[in-house]
C-alpha cells in the first residue's frame, strides 16, 4: 500500500483527558508516524503511513473516558519521506481559546485500586487522580488548562510525579491535578478521627470538589434531626452517600439505568425508590419526610472513598466494595439558609461553626462553586433535575456558528448561559437569587464563564419579569438587552437541545412565569420558532388568594377550588384552623388581593389541599412531591376536564377529589391530568414531535404517561435530558432565542 499523509483537526473536550497519549499510543499500534499537540482549537495531529483509515475510526470510538469528540476534520498532505517516529509536541497558544476545560470526574478504577494497595506510594492518599478522572472544573482559574491556572499551582511536583507527568506512556501524562503524598495536598484532620466522629453521632462539615458537605449517620435519627433543625431545612429530603452499588442496592430497589446513573464518572444524586418490607434496611426516618424516593449517590472523591474503607476496617484491594458494608452517610450541601455552597476554609470557620461539631479542611483551594448535581430516571433514561458538577461545564451543540450571548436565567434555581461557536454552555446551579451572598455568588459564576470561554457578549438575554435581580443585573450591563418570556424559554431549552430550529408546539408547565400582559402564567400550550413564540391555549384561570402567599399554602388554592365550584361554605369547615377563612372568601367574592394564574403547579397545589395531603408547604413543590409520592396505579375520570378555545378546564376533576382518601386521589388526578393534557394539546400538535418542559415534567408520573399517551397517537415528546426542565434550564431557552433574535 502507498504511503499518505494526512493533517487531522479533533474538535470537542480533549484536551486534559489524555487525549495526546492516546492519539501517540493509537499511533504506534498502527505504526504510523508523525506529531500531536494541543492548541487554542483542540488537539492538532499529523499522521503518516501505510493505513491511516483504520487509525482514524479508532480515534472517534476508542477515545480515553473523559474525552467527548465532537468532530474530526481530515485534510490530505503530502507524505514527508524523512520523517520517523511519532512525537508528543508543546501546546500552542494563538488566539482566543475554542476548547474548554472538562467537569469534574470520580475517582476512576485504576485510581482506586492506588488507593487501596497497601505497598503503592498512594496507599489511602486521599487526593489521588490522573487524566481518566479528579478535579477539573472546581481548580481551575483561567484557560489554558494548565497547572499554573489551577490552585494545584502551589504544589510544586516532586521527582516521582515530574516524571509520570512527562512520561507519554503514563496514565499522569499532563495529569494537572497530579499529587502525592510527598508534594500534594494534605488532609487537616486523620480519616480515623472523621468516621468516628461520624459513628458517635456528630455532625462533620467535609470539604469535597465544589464545596463542604455536611455528614452525619443516615441511621441516626438523633442527629438527623438535629442537622434538620440546625440546617433549617423543613421537610425538604437529604441526600444518602453508600459506598457502592452492592450497598445502593441493599437500600433501595435499582433499575439498570438508575445503577448505570449511579455508577458513572458525574456521580449525581439519583432518586430511586427505597426497599420496603422486613428487609428494608434502617435508615433515619427523618431523611425524606413522606416522599417515595430516597437521594442516593456513591462516592466520588478519594476522600469520601477512604470514609468507608475506615469504616470496613480497611481491607486491601477493592473487593470489599462488592459487597455491602451497612454504613451510610447523610452528605448534604454546606449552605446555611439558602446562602451559596461553602468553599473556604476560613468560611467554613465562620458559617459552619454553629452547625457541626467538626470541621474537615484541606489546602487544595476550590475555585468554582459546584453543588452536586441531582437526578432522575424518567421513560427509561436519565433527567437532570439539577445540573452542576460532574456535567459542568460541558457544551451543549447547537447545530451551527451562533452570536456569542449571555442569558442570565431566572429567579428561582439559577443557572446562567454563554455561547461560543457552535455550543452553548451553562454555569453550574447557582440557587435562588434572594439574598445578597447568591447575587454575589450569581456575579461571580458570570465572571468565571465568560473568563474561561474567553467570550464578549453581543447581547444579554433576560426573563420578562422586569423584578428579578437577573433581570436588573442584565439592564445594568450596559449591552443590548433580549427579554424573553418565561414559558417560551422553557421550550426553547428543550427545543436547543434537540437542535429544533423550525416551528415546534410545546407544553410549558411550571409554578410561575410572567405572561406578556404581567399575567401570572404556568399551563402554556405554545408554538415556538426561533425567537417567535405563539400561545396556543392555557389552562383555565384559578384565583390565588393572598398572592405569592398561596404557592406556599395549598390550602388557599384548595379553597379558591371550592369557591369557583360554588361550595365556599365548606371553606371555614375545611381550613379554618390555617387562618381567618371568613376574610379569605370575602377576598374571593371581591377579587381582592387574588391575582387569577393559570399555573399547572397551583392546580397541583389545589388538588393536594382538597385532599389534605399538604395544607402548608415547606420548601417549593413539596406538596406536588407528596401528592405523587402516593401514586400507585393512575387512573381517569370520563368527563374530568373540558376544553374550550384553547382553555383546559380541571374543574370537573377537582370536584371529584372532594372527600376521596388521598392515595385515590392522587391517582385519580395524575391519570387524569395526563389524559387531558394529551386530549387538549393533540389538535395543536404539528408533525410528529412535542416539546414538554417546565418543572412539573419531573413528575415522573406526569411525564412517563405523557410520554407513552403521545406515543399511543404517534407523536414523540421530547423531554430535556441534558438540562433541567425547571427553571434552572431556562438560561439555555433564553440563549437560544437571544442567538435567533439576532441573526433572524
Known sequence: MPVSRSRVRVRGLVQGVGFRPFVHDLAGRYGLTGWVLNDTDGVLLEVQGKDPAGFLDALACRAPPLAQVDRIEVEPLAPDPAESGFEIRDSVAAGPARTMIGPDAAVCPDCLAELFDPAGRRWRYPFVNCTHCGPRHTITRSLPYDRPQTSMAGFPLCPDCAREYADPNDRRFHAQPIACPACGPRLHIRVEEIVARLRAGEIVAIKGLGGFHLACDAANPGTVARLRALKQRNGKPFAMMVASLAEARRIAETSPAEAALLAGPERPVVLVRPRSGAAAPTVAPDLAPDLAWLGLMLPYTPLHYLLFHEAAG????????????????????????????????????????????????????????????????????????????????????????????????????????????????????LGDLENASTLRFFEETIAHLLDILEVEPVAIAHDLHPDFLSTRHAEALGLPCIPVQHHHAHVAAVAAEYGRSGPIVGLALDGFGLGDHADSRGGELLRVDGSRCDRLGHFAPLAQPGGDAAARQPWRMAAAALHRLDRADEIAHRFARFGNTALLVQMLDQGLNCPPTTSCGRWFDAACGLLGVRSMSGFEGEAAMVLESLVTRPTVLPGGWTVDGGVLDLMPLLDALRGLPPATGADLFHGTLVAALVDWALPAAEGAEIILSGGCVMNAVLTEGLIKGFARHGITALVPRRVPANDGGLSLGQAWVAVHHLIR
Open 314 to 429: 480497611r481491607p486491601a484491594g477493592t473487593a470489599w466494595l462488592d459487597e455491602p458494608l451497612g454504613f451510610a452517610l447523610v452528605m448534604t450541601s454546606a449552605n446555611p439558609g439558602g446562602e451559596p455552597l461553602v468553599i473556604g476554609n476560613a468560611e467554613a470557620a465562620e458559617r459552619l461553626g454553629d452547625i457541626a461539631d467538626c470541621i474537615v479542611t484541606h489546602d487544595r483551594d476550590i475555585v468554582a462553586r459546584s453543588d452536586d448535581s441531582v437526578a432522575r430516571v424518567i421513560g427509561g433514561a436519565p433527567m437532570l433535575i439539577r445540573r452542576a458538577r460532574g456535567y459542568v461545564p460541558l457544551g451543549i451543540p447547537l447545530g451551527g456558528p451562533v452570536p456569542p450571548v449571555l442569558a442570565v436565567g431566572g429567579h428561582l434555581k439559577n443557572t446562567v448561559c454563554a455561547t461560543r461557536g457552535s455550543q452553548a454552555f451553562l454555569s453550574q446551579h
